[in-house]
């Protein structure tokens, strides 16, 4: 009987779970999360632990007790702290996810810059790092459009760009001096403008399996409207492309994450082992790099690990033992739309604490799925945290059958909540594909 301890929290650690549960082999699932998810109750073995995911000795405590064949961690937060470099060096408990050193891939936007312009990878915008204000007027000026990012784990909150956050070169030096106040150092980049995508890629440090591509909204409201938010719905196409996006483009993506891969080996001696996830944008320049993450998309993972048609434990145990080049692995050739059920009022001030009902949801298939997020199960059901609460993934042959599902179940759940209705919707859709033909300037250029 194979052990797997599972760490993590929001939709993201369900759908993992729900990966790991539909394997055929004989498993037990062990959950550490933050919050009594339902869907973690379901699939695991025995109570979930709840803790910090990045409490390093709670996490080595129950792995103790558990002792586990593998871990495989969700979130970015224990990855920065070092949870996978303790599992392995003191309990030797392999990981699917890398050591922080390798995190630094997400857990610093400097070294990730460095380390492609290090190694001659393509994708970089015009960047430069500062540990303090001299010269920082100086850049902007010369940038004219730009972005400033606090050089840490920031929950995609900590990036202004200008034009939406920062309106004047003052402000930016405002923002710029207020991180460096807080002892971190600053990295200034051209402001790019285009339409972004991402690419998940497996890793077991020596062979990379890149994915499918998958596009995220990350705008609280209709029309891209209203604050940034860890991202309110995805979708992807039944072709493994996306309507703006052609192969070629994809094959660049692909070739990014090969290429960090190996950057990340030669530069730091040691194999990466976990998830790879690319956030690209395609400008009129051609494609960037606009950040990596050390782990799967919340939501990306919900359109990405439904589709799989490899058993997702084998998929593990290569990256673990380095073979991944040995592992055939698929995807179902749909189309998938993600919607996230969020609480009124997030991000900013979100209702907590009130009841969600979910009885009126169809029943889960192979076409619809349902992941629970920050919701806790309390004796008087299923409470709000605050947070993205419900994921419902429509699974169709085209965009279309996708997401009339996802909207039908994500519409059906009850109680002071709300979700995006046009993601994955045609009009939707047309803008985006509109958006990159006017930034290539053709209408000829090969959208996907
Ligand atoms: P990050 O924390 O790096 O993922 O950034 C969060 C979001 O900020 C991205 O998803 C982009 O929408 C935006 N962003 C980051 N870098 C840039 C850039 N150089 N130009 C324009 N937008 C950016
Ligand atoms: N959806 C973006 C992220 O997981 O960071």
């Known amino acids: 009987m194979l052990k797997i301890l599972l760490i993590g929290k929001s939709g993201r650690v369900d759908c993992i779970a729900d990966a790991l549960y539909r394997s055929p082999r004989e498993k037990q699932i062990f959950s550490l999360s933050e919050v009594n998810n339902p869907g973690l109750i379901e699939k695991s073995a025995e109570d979930i632990a709840i803790g910090k995911t990045d409490d390093i000795e709670f996490v080595l405590n129950y792995a103790r007790k558990v002792k586990p064949d593998f871990a495989v961690i969700g979130p970015e937060e224990p990855l920065e702290v070092g949870v996978v470099d303790a599992l392995i060096d003191q309990l030797g408990i392999p990981c699917v996810g890398p050591r922080k050193t390798l995190a630094r891939l997400e857990s610093s936007k400097s070294f990730t810059r460095h380390l492609l312009e290090k190694y001659s990878i393509p994708g970089n915008p ?228 009130e009841y969600i009902i979910m009885d009126d949801v169809p029943p889960q298939s192979d076409n619809l799925r349902v992941f629970y997020g920050a919701v806790n199960q309390k004796p008087g059901g299923l409470q709000l945290i605050g947070s993205r609460a419900v994921a419902c993934v429509g699974i169709g042959d085209t965009l279309k059958d996708a997401e009339q599902l996802a909207e039908n179940a994500a519409s059906n759940i009850k109680g002071p909540v709300r979700h995006r209705t046009d993601i994955g919707t045609e009009p939707l859709i047309q803008k985006r594909i509109n958006h990159v033909r006017a930034i290539l300037n053709t209408n000829n250029v090969a959208v996907g």
């Not at 606009?290 to 998929?315: M, Q, W």
């Not at 698929?330 to 900013?348: D, E, N």
Request: charged share 25%; hydrophobic share 35%; with cysteine.
């Open 126 to 353: 015009a960047y430069k790092e500062f540990k303090n204000l001299d010269g920082i007027k100086e850049y902007i000026t010369e940038l004219g459009e730009f972005v400033v990012k606090p050089d840490g784990l920031t929950g995609g909150k900590g990036v202004k760009v200008f034009g939406e956050h920062l309106m004047s070169i003052d402000d930016g030096l405002q923002y710029c001096a207020e991180i460096l106040s807080d002892g971190n150092s600053v990295v200034i980049e051209e402001k790019l403008v285009g339409e972004e995508f991402s690419l998940q890629a497996f890793c077991d440090g020596k062979h990379v399996v890149n994915t499918i591509p998958i596009q995220d909204h990350k705008r609280a409201y209709n029309g891209d409207t209203g604050p940034n938010t860890g991202g309110m719905g995805t979708y992807s196409c039944e072709d493994h492309l996306l309507p703006f996006l052609s192969a070629e483009y994809v094959k660049e993506a692909s070739e990014i994450n090969n290429a960090v891969a190996n950057a990340l080996r030669e530069e730091l001696k040691e194999d990466y082992k976990g998830i790879i996830y690319g956030g690209f944008m395609i400008t009129k320049n051609g494609l960037r790099l606009i950040e990596y993450n050390a782990r799967f998309g919340d939501p990306e993972v919900i359109n990405l690990l439904p589709l799989l048609e490899t058993d997702f434990i084998s998929i593990c145990e290569a990256i673990i033992n380095g073979t991944l080049d040995q592992v055939p692995v698929s995807f179902r050739k749909k189309a998938t739309v993600c919607k996230y059920i969020v609480p009124k009022g997030y991000p900013s001030n979100p209702e907590k604490d």
